[in-house]
């Protein structure tokens, strides 16, 4: 009997698409995934790039699923590309019955022609292409993918460039080179029988006010969608659009953060371009007319061109410690700054941000993580900066510190930084990492109805104060909060310095006085974590009775979650902690979470386990396991299933590394 077909996959994909950094890469990312969101599927797109500008490799993998998603999966169902080293870097990611679209005009290229692959992964390719007993060209490493069985999709790019500029009457190929990128698009979309009105609703919304380019782009793309199309009428994986009720945002991590900080009236913002956190102060410079009241920035009625919205003001300064300095002097005057930076940047805030906080300046710093030390990678993923963020400066200096683990997170804690930098008037440093940075993903609009802005105790009017009454901005008679005036408040004069000060803030070396200042300062942090809600400090997933229980932080919450559905769906009982709030710690919410778990795993991304030696310290509680990364790669669902199960069958040693990701 003949072998029935193998049983279409529809709407659960994954794609990659790669190319040298500045060849458009980013574009081809952006259309794919806005182009199955058009058709009310959901998407969530890693990015992966070098510290160069341009020629280094650089590639997206996106997810498409009519379920929500939250990380990304090791296996590849889909590769595209138009050049060489992505396909000897990706195809053995390609599942045995995925697809390759590749150019075949490369396919005698070597191996050793491609200066960029390291010689580490170069022998490793060389001892894979041996093993399938084949050589070191183009055409070997496809016929080493054909050999397990996926489908070869070779386009003709260069045939179907010319035929675009013939038609747009371009008379260099070099003009329109970009367009490449499409094409590989467009033969995927081609492959998944996708509606291609989807493919061109994005490109009309990413090129907007860009007709002709739209045009070209579309026409490129269509030849290449018929010609794959025709190739491969029975591709295993299809995509079909959706009925879509609700509203969606796409967005990446960094937009995420800034939306939160606007929301919550953030009117000035401070930075000194560094990786990856400079993506959230160019977007805040690319929206700093807002829209305040819901119905556009332009009041029609009261004549045209007049303004009705509001507006922010962002300054890259000259260095981050005019940024932290700059931030702190605006928040003097009442306004809500923040500064954004990463690791680098940040141990040069040291000094402003110990003069914010024995100052009890209201100011907001976002912390982009970043593999380090040093430069390290600039444009890689850790979590190394928590101790960091928890213990920078010298001597002791109150700060919150708030982690965020997912987009709608990171939207609440920008909102909230500002509330807690103003209630409890000292600096709110808000960690967020590159993989949560430099991520897509299509989100539910949140609800946030129930936040408000907060701005704390403030002194009102001038309150009475005279010389026989005078303001005292650092008073001790009224709990660890202080009335706190503006700058140039009329009745309120007070002093700012760098120095131990007295109530009014001059300088003092009174011992009695160091004391009451510094009782005065740390108590905050108490009234801070008693007043939090828990729903802030953490969460728990999972069923309460679990005897496993994992602890962990930032983004790899995406990732444990949708490799627990898979485990909770085959019957193992284990519980989640996500930990939010790392300064003031939960420490009675967090032991009691783990106080019954007889195996007690740790899951970050650094060396030293960072979030488990900050949970000994407060509770006393060891985690029995490890699961670390430090690559510089996030953590995949698929090598978190995997390292999980091992750790629940007893399988695994106490320290687990993961080392997946190209």
Same mark, same amino acid.
């Given at each position: 009997?003949?072998?029935?077909?193998?049983?279409?996959?529809?709407?659960?994909?994954?794609?990659?698409?790669?190319?040298?950094?500045?060849?458009?890469?980013?574009?081809?990312?952006?259309?794919?995934?806005?182009?199955?969101?058009?058709?009310?599927?959901?998407?969530?797109?890693?990015?992966?790039?070098?510290?160069?500008?341009?020629?280094?490799?650089?590639?997206?993998?996106?997810?498409?699923?009519?379920?929500?998603?939250?990380?990304?999966?090791?296996?590849?169902?889909?590769?595209?590309?138009?050049?060489?080293?992505?396909?000897?870097?990706?195809?053995? $990611?390609?599942?045995?019955?995925?697809?390759?679209?590749?150019?075949?005009? /490369?396919? %005698?290229?070597?191996?050793?022609?491609?200066?960029?692959?390291?010689?580490?992964?170069?022998?490793?390719?060389?001892? @894979?292409?041996?093993?399938?007993?084949?050589?070191?060209?183009?055409?070997?490493?496809?016929?080493?993918?054909?050999?397990?069985?996926?489908? !070869?999709?070779?386009?003709?790019?260069?045939?179907?460039?010319?035929?675009?500029?013939?038609?747009?009457?371009?008379?260099?190929?070099?003009?329109?080179?970009?367009?490449?990128?499409?094409?590989? /698009?467009?033969?995927?979309?081609?492959?998944?029988?996708?509606?291609?009105?989807?493919?061109?609703?994005?490109?009309?919304?990413?090129?907007?006010?860009?007709?002709?380019?739209?045009?070209?782009?579309?026409?490129?793309?269509?030849?290449?969608?018929?010609?794959?199309?025709? !190739?491969?009428?029975?591709?295993?994986?299809?995509?079909?659009?959706?009925?879509?009720?609700?509203?969606?945002?796409? /967005?990446?991590?960094?937009?995420?953060?800034?939306?939160? %900080?606007?929301?919550?009236?953030?009117?000035?913002?401070?930075?000194?371009?560094?990786?990856?956190?400079?993506?959230?102060?160019?977007?805040?410079?690319?929206?700093?007319?807002?829209?305040?009241?819901?119905?556009?920035?332009?009041?029609?009625?009261?004549?045209?061109?007049?303004?009705?919205?509001?507006?922010?003001?962002?300054?890259? &300064?000259?260095?981050?410690?005019?940024?932290?300095?700059?931030? &702190?002097?605006?928040?003097?005057?009442?306004?809500?700054?923040?500064?954004?930076?990463?690791?680098?940047?940040?141990?040069?805030?040291?000094?402003?941000?110990?003069?914010?906080?024995?100052?009890?300046?209201?100011?907001?710093?976002?912390?982009?993580?970043?593999?380090?030390?040093?430069?390290?990678?600039?444009?890689?993923?850790?979590?190394?900066?928590?101790?960091?963020?928890?213990?920078?400066?010298?001597?002791?200096?109150?700060?919150?510190?708030?982690?965020?683990?997912?987009?709608?997170?990171?939207?609440?804690?920008?909102?909230?930084?500002?509330? @807690?930098?103003?209630?409890?008037?000292?600096?709110?440093?808000?960690?967020?990492?590159?993989?949560?940075?430099?991520?897509?993903?299509?989100?539910?609009?949140?609800?946030?109805?129930?936040?408000?802005?907060?701005?704390?105790?403030?002194?009102?009017?001038?309150?009475? @104060?005279?010389?026989?009454?005078?303001?005292? *901005?650092?008073?001790?008679?009224?709990?660890?909060?202080?009335?706190?005036?503006?700058?140039?408040?009329?009745?309120?004069?007070?002093?700012?310095?760098?120095?131990?000060?007295?109530?009014?803030?001059?300088?003092?070396?009174?011992?009695?006085?160091?004391?009451?200042?510094?009782?005065?300062?740390?108590?905050?942090?108490?009234?801070?974590?008693?007043?939090?809600?828990?729903?802030?400090?953490?969460?728990?997933?999972?069923? %309460?009775?679990? &005897?496993?229980?994992?602890?962990?932080?930032?983004?790899?919450?995406?990732?444990?979650?949708?490799?627990?559905?898979?485990?909770?769906?085959?019957?193992?009982?284990?519980?989640?902690?996500?930990?939010?709030?790392?300064?003031?710690?939960?420490?009675?919410?967090?032991?009691?979470?783990?106080?019954?778990?007889?195996?007690?795993?740790?899951?970050?991304?650094?060396?030293?386990?960072?979030?488990?030696?900050?949970?000994? $310290?407060?509770?006393?509680?060891?985690?029995?396991?490890?699961?670390?990364?430090?690559?510089?790669?996030?953590?995949?669902?698929?090598?978190?299933?995997?390292?999980? *199960?091992?750790?629940?069958?007893?399988?695994?040693?106490?320290?687990?590394?993961?080392?997946?990701?190209?």
């Amino acid at each position: 009997m003949p072998r029935s077909p193998p049983q279409k996959q529809v709407n659960d994909f994954s794609w990659m698409v790669g190319g040298p950094q500045g060849s458009g890469v980013d574009s081809a990312a952006n259309v794919f995934a806005r182009g199955c969101a058009a058709g009310g599927l959901h998407v969530f797109g890693k990015r992966e790039f070098y510290s160069n500008i341009m020629g280094e490799h650089s590639y997206f993998a996106l997810r498409a699923h009519s379920n929500p998603v939250r990380s990304h999966i090791d296996a590849v169902n889909l590769l595209a590309t138009f050049e060489a080293e992505t396909l000897f870097r990706h195809a053995r $990611e390609v599942t045995d019955d995925g697809a390759i679209v590749y150019d075949p005009s /490369l396919a %005698k290229t070597r191996l050793s022609d491609i200066p960029t692959i390291e010689k580490r992964l170069a022998a490793e390719l060389k001892t @894979y292409l041996i093993s399938h007993g084949v050589g070191e060209t183009l055409d070997d490493m496809l016929a080493a993918s054909k050999q397990r069985g996926v489908t !070869l999709v070779p386009i003709p790019f260069r045939d179907l460039l010319e035929q675009v500029a013939d038609e747009f009457q371009i008379d260099q190929l070099s003009k329109i080179s970009r367009v490449v990128n499409m094409l590989a /698009l467009g033969a995927s979309f081609g492959l998944l029988d996708y509606d291609f009105g989807m493919m061109r609703t994005a490109l009309e919304d990413v090129f907007r006010a860009k007709a002709k380019v739209v045009d070209m782009n579309a026409a490129g793309a269509r030849k290449a969608y018929d010609i794959a199309r025709s !190739l491969v009428p029975d591709f295993r994986y299809r995509l079909e659009k959706i009925p879509r009720q609700d509203p969606r945002m796409f /967005l990446t991590g960094s937009q995420a953060t800034a939306l939160g %900080k606007l929301y919550a009236g953030m009117r000035f913002q401070t930075y000194y371009p560094i990786t990856p956190a400079s993506d959230e102060s160019e977007f805040l410079e690319e929206n700093e007319i807002l829209d305040v009241d819901g119905h556009g920035v332009l009041d029609t009625a009261a004549g045209a061109g007049q303004e009705k919205g509001g507006s922010i003001l962002v300054v890259q &300064t000259e260095d981050e410690i005019a940024a932290v300095t700059m931030a &702190t002097g605006a928040a003097l005057t009442g306004t809500r700054s923040a500064t954004a930076t990463s690791g680098p940047g940040f141990s040069l805030m040291m000094e402003g941000i110990g003069w914010a906080s024995i100052n009890e300046v209201p100011l907001v710093i976002t912390l982009y993580q970043r593999a380090g030390p040093s430069t390290g990678m600039p444009t890689r993923h850790e979590q190394g900066d928590l101790r960091f963020a928890l213990h920078a400066g010298h001597g002791e200096s109150p700060r919150i510190v708030l982690a965020s683990g997912d987009f709608e997170e990171c939207i609440r804690d920008g909102f909230l930084s500002f509330n @807690y930098a103003e209630r409890y008037q000292m600096p709110v440093i808000h960690l967020v990492d590159k993989a949560l940075a430099n991520s897509y993903a299509t989100i539910a609009p949140p609800d946030l109805s129930e936040l408000r802005i907060d701005r704390g105790v403030v002194a009102d009017g001038n309150n009475g @104060y005279s010389q026989d009454n005078p303001y005292k *901005r650092f008073d001790l008679g009224n709990g660890p909060i202080s009335p706190r005036a503006i700058l140039g408040q009329e009745s309120t004069i007070f002093w700012n310095t760098g120095d131990e000060h007295d109530e009014r803030g001059h300088i003092t070396e009174d011992p009695v006085l160091r004391n009451a200042m510094m009782e005065k300062r740390f108590n905050k942090l108490d009234l801070a974590a008693r007043e939090i809600p828990e729903d802030v400090k953490l969460r728990y997933f999972g069923p %309460k009775d679990a &005897t496993t229980v994992i602890v962990s932080w930032g983004s790899t919450k995406g990732a444990l979650l949708d490799a627990l559905d898979r485990l909770w769906a085959e019957g193992a009982k284990i519980g989640y902690l996500h930990v939010r709030l790392i300064n003031p710690f939960p420490v009675e919410e967090v032991r009691a979470a783990l106080a019954k778990a007889r195996r007690r795993i740790d899951v970050e991304m650094n060396f030293g386990a960072q979030l488990a030696g900050v949970v000994r $310290e407060h509770t006393g509680i060891a985690m029995t396991h490890l699961i670390l990364k430090y690559n510089g790669r996030p953590m995949s669902n698929t090598e978190l299933y995997d390292a999980i *199960r091992a750790v629940v069958r007893g399988k695994a040693d106490k320290r687990t590394v993961l080392t997946r990701g190209a």
